[in-house]
């Protein structure tokens, strides 16, 4: 580290709904709270590296236009921006610093951007050889009627396509007929672009969290999920507190599974600095992939990421986002995505 190197946190905050002006929008669930910004802020300047919060487009462009040539070049981007309703949303950050030569921490914009399109991951996944839950990908309800035939399972399982946070996700995701399907479609497709209608996994649930030592090499953590209910549904998800509970993966076979494909699938797709990979077994007790995140919450109070790190590899928090900054200045200096970017400062 040197004593020039600063941290810009680019991130949405959650609001309080009581007592913010920001306009409610679906999609801001994904946000990180106040309180977990300012641990995280924290220990980033515990490691010694001067740190800001930007907030918005306009505060970043007159920040960044006030700097040097020398301070642009030791500036890192922590990418934590999750906006809403659009599908680049999750690359906004890293896509802005590519363009510029800054450093960004975390994936580049196409991992972020493939990663929140959850049936075009899929696709990769099937690709690799890895199991997914049978699925379609509807727009409106006349695709509904049209693939109504091809999802040959018997209880089936509705989300939005390009969300997070399980946003979307309610109670009564389970359907166990087609007009049930049919009536929740036509629910999320008032706020949700695109739908998903899969199969139903009934099994235990897990995370993989892969932390990035450096170039090809992966500190790799899993943990079963143990939610309150059912679904793991949007109102599982707090901002103050951590409703689910994590444990050790009891069956080796599982985990070396969801560990070893968890891997392929990140290297697959380029993934830079830190994700979190989510799985669900099937009636067979086969796993089968959820979704990727490339930019997992790292809230010390309720995010997943952390604690299965935590609980399987004994780091604590401080470790992780020593880590993950270290990792993006090592990059920095030698990935080939910086090098247009650079030549212009």
């Given at each position: 580290?040197?004593?020039?190197?600063?941290?810009w946190i680019m991130?949405?905050?959650?609001?309080?709904?009581e007592?913010s002006?920001?306009r409610?929008?679906?999609?801001?669930?994904?946000?990180?709270s106040?309180?977990?910004?300012e641990i995280?802020?924290a220990?980033?300047?515990?490691?010694?590296y001067?740190?800001?919060i930007?907030?918005s487009?306009?505060?970043?462009?007159?920040k960044y236009?006030?700097?040097?040539?020398?301070?642009?070049?030791?500036?890192?981007?922590?990418?934590?921006?999750?906006?809403?309703e659009?599908?680049?949303r999750?690359?906004y950050?890293?896509?802005i610093?590519?363009?510029?030569g800054?450093?960004?921490i975390?994936s580049?914009?196409?991992?972020q951007?493939?990663s929140l399109?959850?049936?075009?991951t899929?696709?990769?996944?099937?690709?690799l050889?890895?199991s997914?839950?049978?699925?379609?990908r509807?727009?409106?309800?006349?695709?509904l009627?049209?693939n109504?035939?091809?999802?040959e399972?018997?209880?089936f399982f509705?989300?939005?396509n390009n969300?997070?946070s399980?946003?979307?996700?309610?109670?009564?995701?389970?359907?166990?007929?087609w007009?049930?399907?049919?009536?929740?479609?036509?629910?999320?497709?008032?706020?949700h672009?695109e739908?998903?209608?899969?199969?139903?996994l009934?099994?235990?649930?897990?995370?993989?969290?892969?932390?990035?030592?450096?170039?090809?090499n992966?500190?790799?953590?899993?943990?079963?999920?143990?939610?309150?209910?059912l679904?793991y549904d949007?109102?599982t998800?707090?901002?103050t507190?951590?409703?689910?509970?994590?444990?050790?993966v009891l069956n080796?076979?599982i985990?070396?599974?969801?560990?070893?494909?968890?891997l392929?699938?990140?290297e697959?797709?380029?993934?830079?600095?830190?994700a979190?990979?989510?799985?669900k077994?099937?009636?067979?007790n086969?796993?089968?992939f959820l979704?990727i995140?490339?930019t997992?919450?790292l809230?010390?109070?309720?995010?997943?990421f952390?604690?299965?790190?935590?609980l399987?590899?004994?780091?604590d928090?401080?470790?992780i986002?020593q880590?993950?900054?270290e990792?993006?200045?090592g990059q920095f200096h030698?990935?080939?995505?910086y090098h247009?970017?650079?030549?212009?400062?």
């Open positions: 580290m040197k004593p020039e190197d600063s941290i991130a949405d905050i959650f609001p309080n709904k007592n002006n920001t409610w929008q679906p999609g801001m669930q994904e946000w990180e106040k309180e977990s910004i995280l802020t220990t980033i300047r515990k490691l010694g001067t740190v800001e930007i907030q487009p306009q505060e970043f462009l007159r236009n006030a700097l040097t040539k020398f301070l642009k070049e030791n500036l890192l981007l922590w990418n934590l921006v999750e906006g809403y659009s599908r680049n999750e690359g950050i890293p896509a610093a590519e363009y510029l800054v450093c960004c975390g580049d914009a196409y991992a951007i493939i399109d959850k049936n075009r899929s696709e990769i996944v099937r690709n050889s890895i997914t839950p049978k699925e379609i509807i727009k409106n309800i006349e695709d009627i049209v109504k035939f091809e999802l399972v018997n209880t509705i989300k939005p969300e997070g399980s946003i979307g996700i309610l109670e009564s995701a389970i359907c166990n007929s007009q049930e399907v049919k009536t929740l479609a036509q629910k999320l497709l008032k706020v672009k739908i998903l209608i899969q199969e139903y009934p099994g235990k649930e897990f995370s993989v969290a892969l932390l990035e030592k450096d170039e090809k992966w500190i790799i953590g899993s943990a079963e999920v143990i939610i309150p209910g679904v949007q109102d998800k707090s901002k507190e951590m409703p689910e509970k994590i444990g050790k080796q076979k985990q070396n599974t969801i560990e070893k494909q968890s392929v699938l990140v697959e797709l380029g993934v830079a600095g830190y979190r990979v989510d799985w077994l099937d009636n067979s086969q796993a089968k979704e995140n490339c997992p919450g809230s010390k109070i309720y995010s997943l952390p604690k299965i790190l935590e399987t590899e004994n780091l928090y401080t470790a986002i880590r993950i900054i990792n993006a200045k030698s990935a080939k995505r247009y970017g650079k030549s212009f400062l």
